[in-house]
């Protein structure tokens, strides 16, 4: 073969396995990333709860805590993220001394999640701050980024409560505000956040979105390199990043819950966080729960050594 037509030969093999990749790993990657960190329907509010079928068992108490909240008087806060960003949340100040801080999950709503963790927590003698997380119902943005920009929203959301005289706060996170709390958590002022709580959550975003390739029977060995360069252009935010290691510095109690039935984040995840959590640390493996409903699924006595343990850390001095 004359040596021009090896050179040819070679340049369209390169070309044609260019347009491969570009077609068949770059694109969808490139979408796929887009279409999971955008925003969820335009419309729907923080006191919107759809409920997804595997939790009808439960609707029935999100809906009561729902009613409950609906006819107590509350505020709407706000704050600015670092890449200026409004971010929206409602707050039921009931003059208590303690506060929790509610931060919902990968395109859900606060209501949805915690509708019956605020009543509860309202009849516990807590204040409530229901936040709505970047990209999701009221607050600004048009991408979300897998709890990695939300951690750092979640830490100015405890300043913005000691600015209003909070003292001893809880911050409680489910799914990927559970992951977005892990990450944070060596980010909040012990001085005045006493307690963390993670229900579901996950390992890093980087994981969480292989199982979903992989459930999707996509190429996630190809299409994760390419997901997370994009990320870090794209987003500022690398999916890399693992709860761990923000657990393994953190010095704040921290309560771990996860459903055994759980079918979207793997109850081996908030395994893997609590032994890299560094402080005073409990864990609860809810059985037959599915996802977010770890606490909802609870019995009474698990429920209770939950609320005590959250209770016996805001009551300590640091």
């Given amino acids: 073969m004359p040596a021009t037509s090896a050179v040819v ?42 409920v997804k079928d595997y939790m009808t068992k439960y609707s029935g108490m999100i809906e009561e805590g729902r009613s409950y909240l609906l006819g107590l008087r509350y505020e709407k806060a706000a704050i600015g993220s670092s890449d200026g960003l409004t971010l929206c949340g409602f707050y039921f100040d009931r003059q208590a001394e303690k506060t929790v801080l509610l931060v919902h999950g990968y395109h859900a709503t606060a209501m949805v999640n915690f509708a019956w963790h605020a009543m509860e927590f309202i009849k516990r003698g807590y204040n409530v701050l229901m936040i709505c997380q970047r990209a999701h119902c009221e607050s600004g943005g048009r991408f979300c980024s897998m709890g990695i920009r939300e951690s750092e929203d979640a830490a100015r959301w405890t300043e913005y409560l000691k600015g209003r005289g909070c003292r001893k706060i809880a911050v409680y996170g489910i799914s990927m505000g559970a992951a977005c709390v892990g990450l944070a958590s060596d980010q909040f002022d012990s001085g005045s956040v006493k307690a963390l709580v993670m229900d579901c959550g996950f390992v890093s975003p980087y994981s969480q979105i292989k199982r979903e390739l992989r459930r999707r029977h996509l190429p996630a060995f190809a299409m994760l390199p390419v997901m997370s360069v994009l990320s870090k252009i794209i987003f500022r935010a690398d999916i890399r990043k693992k709860a761990a290691d923000s657990l393994k510095k953190c010095s704040i109690p921290v309560c771990f819950i996860h459903g055994e039935a759980d079918m979207t984040v793997a109850p081996g995840d908030s395994g893997k966080n609590y032994e890299s959590c560094a402080s005073e640390k409990q864990i609860y493996m809810i059985k037959d729960a599915p996802h977010t409903a770890g606490l909802l699924g609870a019995d009474n006595e698990t429920k209770e050594k939950i609320f005590g343990f959250i209770e016996s850390c805001m009551q300590k001095e640091k």
């Fill in 9 to 50: 030969t070679v340049l369209w093999a390169v070309f044609g396995i260019a347009m491969f990749y570009l077609v068949f790993i770059f694109a969808p990657s490139l979408v796929g990333l887009i279409g999971m960190f955008s925003r969820i329907e335009e419309g729907r509010t923080s006191f919107d709860a759809p």
